[in-house]
T-cell receptor, first 115, second 113 residues
Framework: GAVVSQHPSWVICKSGTSVKIECRSL??????MFWYRQFPKQSLMLMAT?????????EQGVEKDKFLINHASLTLSTLTVTSAHPEDSSFYIC???????????FGPGTRLTVL | QKEVEQDPGPLSVPEGAIVSLNCTYS??????FMWYRQYSRKGPELLMY????GNKEDGRFTAQVDKSSKYISLFIRDSQPSDSATYLC?????????????FGTGTLLAVQP
């Protein structure tokens, strides 16, 4: 299957700082990528849909000014958590849409801990 | 009421057992149904994909969809310790790049050797 990577795999930061998470499709181009958040013992919740060359579409209740998404190329989307607070601590997972197989491929996730 | 309900488990079975995992949903617009396997601290991996009602088999895995009851199942035959993971159901109303996946909470499965 197609491969999606995320970097970093885990990050610890102080409250008030910003953190950038990268999502890359390694062997295919993805015009559409998705960002999810998963709290312990809860389901993956879609945060936003990232479209190459255009603005991201955010789900209801997700602050677009806090979670900045940039999809500058067909293989890279970034999520920046601005002014992170402890309640933003979570597992952030991206996925990339592979059009040939009509399937979303998920990255390994990034665990964010905000102190 | 959540759009997708899934028993979180944990579910513990002996090696070789048949495992039944289930989800119910409330949105009748869902047409695409998926099962993902997620190992600890990893991203989900697609196991089975079904469109509309019916059964689909792939090796030891069988997915069933009953749209009239809004109920989907995943059966694992001859379960192995390597099957130990969290199993997530997911569904969407549309296919393609616009398919917004709605996930269940996941069922934690432990297969004991």
């Amino acid at each position: 299957g197609a491969v999606v990577s995320q970097h970093p795999s885990w990050v610890i930061c102080k409250s008030g700082t910003s953190v950038k998470i990268e999502c890359r499709s390694l062997d295919f181009q993805a015009t559409t990528m998705f960002w999810y958040r998963q709290f312990p013992k809860q389901s993956l919740m879609l945060m936003a849909t990232s479209n190459e060359g255009s603005k991201a579409t955010y789900e209801q209740g997700v602050e677009k000014d806090k979670f900045l998404i940039n999809h500058a190329s067909l293989t890279l989307s970034t999520l920046t958590v601005t002014s992170a607070h402890p309640e933003d601590s979570s597992f952030y997972i991206c996925s990339a849409w592979e059009s040939t197989g009509n399937e979303q491929f998920f990255g390994p996730g990034t665990r964010l801990t905000v102190l | 009421q959540k759009e997708v309900e899934q028993d979180p488990g944990p579910l513990s079975v002996p090696e070789g057992a048949i495992v039944s995992l289930n989800c119910t949903y409330s949105n009748s617009a869902f047409q695409y149904f998926m099962w993902y396997r997620q190992y600890s601290r990893k991203g989900p991996e697609l196991l089975m994909y079904t469109y509309s009602s019916g059964n689909k088999e792939d090796g030891r895995f069988t997915a069933q969809v009953d749209k009239s009851s809004k109920y989907i199942s995943l059966f694992i035959r001859d379960s192995q310790p390597s099957d130990s993971a969290t199993y997530l159901c997911a569904m969407s109303a549309s296919g393609g790049a616009t398919n917004k996946l709605i996930f269940g909470t996941g069922t934690l499965l432990a297969v004991q050797p």
